[in-house]
C-alpha cells in the first residue's frame, strides 16, 4: 500500500464546547492520491481541513502529515502543505507574475519557481494583463499557483469550484488532474456535489453529521452504491415471481422480495416481466439506505 500522506486519528472537535461537528474522523489520504473530501453542507468538511492545516487547535485526536505528528512538528509539516481555503487576497491592479513576485518574496523561493508555477496553472501567456481584468477561474488558477510556490507536497483545496461557472469549474478540474499528474502532488479537495468529486478523485471521504461514513478508493464507492440500492416488491406471488425474475438476482425478505437497484430501466423491465407472465404487482418501491440517501442528496445539489 502507498504511504499516507495524511493521517488522523480519531479526530473529534466541538465549538465552544457544545455539541461535535466532527466525531472520530480517521482520514486516510494516500501519496499521490487525488482524495476527494465529500459532504453536504455543514457536515465538518472546513472543520477537518482547518484541523489538517493547524489553522483550529486539535481537541482530541491527532493528525499526521508524512508520518510526523502535526502537533510536535509543526512548522517542518507545514512547509510540505499549500492550501486554499479562504481566498487569498489577489492584487487586482497587478499582474499574475507580479501577484506571485508578491507572495515569492514572502515564501523566500528562487525567482525561477514564477515561472514554474505560472505554467504549472496555465498562466504563463497571460502577459501584462491584470487579476482585476481575469475570468474567475483564471484568478482559482493563481490562486492555486500562490499555494504552489513552496512546492508542497500535498495542496489542500476546499470548494474550489464554488462559484465559477462551468468554464471555470472545468479549468479547475482540468487544472487538479493535472498537477497531480505532472508535478505529483498530493491533492485534497473538498466539495458538497459528488458528481463532480467522481470526475476527478482517484479516493474519496465522505462525511455527514461530523462522522466519515466511507473512505476508499472510487471503484469501491461505485461497487458500495450499487450494493445500497435495492427495488422492493410486493406481489401476488412472491414465489413465482422469485423464478421469474431469477436473472435479477432477487432475495426474499419479510414477505417482500428484494431486488438490487441498477437503473430505472431495468426496474420497469421486472414490472413489465412480473406483468406479463401474469403475476399482480402490489408494490414496487425504491428502497434507499441512509447512505443511499445521502448520495441522492448529494447528486441532486449539483442540478
Ligand atoms: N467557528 C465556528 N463556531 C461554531 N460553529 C461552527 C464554526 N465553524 C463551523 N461551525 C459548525 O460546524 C459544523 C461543520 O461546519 P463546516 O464548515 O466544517 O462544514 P462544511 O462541511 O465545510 O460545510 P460548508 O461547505 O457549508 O462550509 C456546522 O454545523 C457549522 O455550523
Do not use: C
Request: hydrophobic share 40%; glycine share 8%.
Amino acid at each position: 500500500m502507498s504511504q499516507l500522506i495524511v493521517q488522523t486519528q480519531q479526530l473529534t472537535h466541538r465549538f465552544s464546547g457544545g455539541q461535535p461537528v466532527l466525531q472520530d474522523v480517521n482520514l486516510e489520504v494516500p501519496e499521490g492520491s487525488i482524495y476527494g473530501f465529500l459532504g453536504p453542507n455543514g457536515a465538518g468538511k472546513t472543520t477537518t481541513l482547518r484541523l489538517i492545516l493547524g489553522l483550529l487547535a486539535t481537541q482530541q485526536g491527532s493528525v499526521s502529515i508524512l508520518g510526523r505528528d502535526l502537533k510536535e512538528q509543526r512548522v517542518a509539516v507545514l512547509r510540505q502543505v499549500g492550501s486554499l481555503i479562504e481566498q487569498p487576497s489577489l492584487y487586482a491592479h497587478l499582474t499574475a507574475k507580479e501577484n506571485l513576485e508578491v507572495y515569492r518574496g514572502v515564501y523566500g523561493v528562487d525567482k525561477i519557481r514564477v515561472t514554474e508555477v505560472l505554467h504549472l496553472v496555465g498562466l504563463a501567456a497571460t502577459g501584462s494583463k491584470k487579476a482585476k481584468q481575469f475570468s474567475l477561474g483564471m484568478k482559482q488558477r493563481l490562486s492555486i499557483a500562490l499555494a504552489l510556490l513552496h512546492q508542497p507536497k500535498l495542496l489542500i483545496l476546499d470548494e474550489p469550484t464554488n462559484g465559477l461557472d462551468p468554464n471555470g469549474i472545468i479549468e479547475t478540474r482540468e487544472l487538479v488532474q493535472r498537477l497531480n499528474r505532472e508535478a505529483g502532488v498530493t491533492i485534497i479537495v473538498s466539495s458538497h456535489i459528488l458528481a463532480e468529486v467522481e470526475k476527478m478523485a482517484t479516493h474519496m471521504g465522505i462525511i455527514h453529521g461530523g462522522r466519515l461514513l466511507f473512505q476508499g478508493t472510487l471503484p469501491q464507492l461505485q461497487a458500495l452504491k450499487q450494493k445500497q440500492a435495492f427495488v422492493q416488491l410486493q406481489t401476488s406471488n412472491n414465489e413465482a415471481a422469485l423464478g421469474v425474475l431469477k436473472g435479477f438476482a432477487p432475495e426474499r425478505q419479510n414477505g417482500h422480495l428484494l431486488v438490487p437497484f441498477t437503473s430505472q430501466e431495468d426496474t420497469a423491465a421486472i414490472n413489465r416481466l412480473l406483468v406479463n407472465q401474469g403475476i399482480d404487482v402490489y408494490q414496487l418501491n425504491a428502497r434507499t439506505s441512509d447512505l443511499e440517501q445521502l448520495f441522492l442528496d448529494l447528486t441532486s445539489q449539483s442540478k
